[in-house]
């Protein structure tokens, strides 16, 4: 059985924004839920606050256009 795992818009964000730091159970997460051992659980407002952060990235700079696009398309 997969365990399943409650995630936030902050723990995605910490993964995913550049100069953002993930700590290691975070990066451990993913890294599982790349192996298909765990399921993440979220907010069903997760996918929006994340769009948000990422736009707010591009807008201040932190992270260029494309790459932001990248992030909100997968």
Do not use: H, W
């Amino acid at each position: 059985m997969v365990r399943k795992v409650v995630i936030d818009a902050s723990a995605v964000l910490s993964y995913l924004l550049p100069n953002e730091t993930a700590t290691t159970e975070i990066k451990n997460l993913f890294n599982e839920y790349s192996k298909g051992n765990i399921q993440f659980v979220s907010p069903s407002l997760l996918k929006i606050e994340v769009a948000n952060a990422i736009r707010t990235a591009v807008l201040r700079k932190r992270m260029s256009k494309s790459v932001g696009k990248k992030m909100i398309k997968a």
